[in-house]
């Protein structure tokens, strides 16, 4: 039988100018490290072993086990609990020799959220359904995988928004104190804050472990649409119904950036990759390109002949998806505005647009009950989904 990989996160190379073997300082370097074994969730295989400090973060515990178990991509338990990715190793309570379980995942999994109150994990290129998630009691306005993918958030009419875990479907935290229905969630980019919107007028954030509210961020007598976390997380947009997008700083108490320019309300708002520039969409049946660090609108994508319900951009940036109540979806080029392609199938509105984490499909969910996957070179659609029994409000690729 073919042995365990092993692997240490900080290991030092042959070259090393200064070799430790056999030195002291080797062997107190040796006693600080954790001894991890990790084994396969569902067989309880041993397919690695890695050594970790205990200061080390799942994240790099987690990249560590993938590159010597050669599993691409996969999510880690530990004494039936899916650990969270910004905790260290010791934070997490993993001791010298641990064991821990591995649960590989899906390249191409997708998460849709709709109107019949049900969450449906799907194979985007099997075009089957992997899992079913229910416990709102109204329709699920978004769906927002963790960016370790350990965890789904979603959001609905009931006024609340939860936290599943991935692999267990297990709801683990509800959020509960919103007056009115929650219209979209976002991780921050380290998993240690979610922020939530409302139409009550107010955006929201929490401690995802506790269920604490963190901090309320209000809008006046304004609802708010959607709420999503800079790439870096230092920064927090919010779209409402004031016709405005705005960009608070996280952590301080500084005055917001106010996008204006759309003549009605701006129904979503998302970063570039990069984070230079931003996009929004609004009921005025446009959407808009802008400088994020001044705010000043740099592309008016005009095309769409109903509200353009949702915008983002493609894994590289150089693609915009839209998604409209004209019952199409669009793809255009981020610098230059101009449309490339139009994808046209759905016989509802398309609620909801997304690419894949290759750039290489874009996943639209719809008023006619069905989500579909299109081919972003060819706009030629290659899935028709259907499951759900109310529209697709919303769909999210798990992102690596």
């Known amino acids: 039988q073919q042995q365990p990989a092993t692997m240490a ?64 991509h ?54 089957t359904c992997l899992d079913t998630l229910r416990g709102h009691e109204g329709s699920v306005l978004c769906v927002q995988f963790s960016p370790s993918g350990s965890s789904l958030a979603t959001c609905g009419s009931d006024n609340v928004a ?11 935290q509800t959020l509960g104190s919103h007056l009115d229905w929650v219209t979209s969630i976002s991780f921050s980019p380290d998993e240690a804050e979610v922020a939530t919107s409302s139409l009550d007028c107010t955006a929201r954030l929490w401690d995802p472990a506790s269920g604490s509210c963190r901090q309320v961020l209000k809008n006046g007598v304004s609802p708010v649409f959607w709420v999503c976390y800079s790439p870096c997380g230092q920064q927090l947009a919010t779209a409402g119904g004031d016709f405005t997008a705005r ?28 984070g230079d520039l931003m996009l929004t969409c609004s009921t005025d049946k446009s959407a808009r390109l802008w400088e994020a660090s001044s705010g000043n609108c740099l592309q008016h994508l005009l095309g769409h002949s109903d509200t353009v319900q949702s915008a983002c951009f493609s894994p590289d940036g150089k ?57 972003v070179k060819s706009g030629k659609c290659l899935q028709m989904l259907e499951g759900h029994r109310g529209k697709v409000e919303s769909v999210c690729f798990l992102v690596f």
């Open 74 to 127: 996969l999510t880690i338990k530990f004494q039936g609990l899916t650990l969270t990715s910004h905790f260290t190793v010791q934070e997490s309570g993993l001791e010298n020799h641990a064991e821990i379980q591995i649960f590989p995942i899906l390249e191409a999994a997708l998460a849709s959220g709709a109107s019949d109150g049900v969450v449906h994990i799907w194979d985007a290129i099997g075009g």
């Open 247 to 274: 960009i608070y700083p996280t952590g301080t108490r500084e005055e917001a950036l106010t996008l204006r320019g759309h003549a009605d309300n701006v129904q979503m708002v998302s970063w570039s990759p990069s």
């Open 319 to 375: 693609l915009v998806a839209t998604s409209s109540l004209d019952r199409s979806a669009r793809l255009w080029e981020t610098l230059s505005g101009e449309c490339l392609r139009i994808l046209k199938g759905h016989s509802g509105c398309v609620l909801s647009a997304v690419f894949s984490p290759d750039g290489k499909l874009v996943a639209t969910g719809a008023r006619d009950s069905t989500l579909r996957t299109w081919d």
């Open 9 to 72: 996160p900080g290991a030092f190379g042959d070259d090393d100018e200064l070799s430790l073997e056999g030195s002291r300082e080797r062997k107190q370097i040796e006693n600080m490290l954790t001894h991890i074994v990790a084994k396969l969730e569902d067989s309880g295989e041993v397919v690695a072993e890695v050594f970790a400090f205990p200061s080390d973060t799942i994240l790099s515990l987690r990249h560590a086990v993938s590159v010597a178990a050669k599993i691409p």
């Open 162 to 172: 939860k936290i599943w875990d991935t692999n267990s479907g297990k709801c683990m």
